[in-house]
């Protein structure tokens, strides 16, 4: 046998990951960090706790409509190989 198991496999490509392609990730992380301060609050109901509410909850709403931009946007570096702006 020649070559071995890396002559037999496909051309791969060592591309890193693009900022378009890793926003969804981040900003999913940071999705369940507020949904998790959201879910505390609403059960734990500390005094005073429905203004810290409103407002996680009002960054939650932000966050779900900025993670639908980003997948429909996560292939916005692809069109553009890097130096050809």
């Given at each position: 046998?020649?070559?071995g198991p890396?002559?037999?496999?496909?051309?791969?490509?060592?591309?890193e990951p693009s900022w378009?392609?890793?926003r969804p990730?981040?900003?999913?992380?940071?999705?369940?960090?507020?949904a998790f301060t959201v879910t505390a609050l609403a059960i734990a109901r500390p005094a005073e706790w429905l203004p810290p509410f409103i407002a996680f909850a009002i960054a939650l709403i932000g966050l779900?409509?900025?993670e639908a931009w980003a997948l429909a946007h996560r292939h916005d570096d692809d069109r553009h190989p890097p130096g050809s702006r």
């Open positions: 046998m020649s070559g890396a002559a037999s496999s496909p051309a791969r490509r060592d591309v378009a392609a890793l990730v981040l900003i999913g992380f940071l999705i369940a960090a507020d779900i409509g900025l």
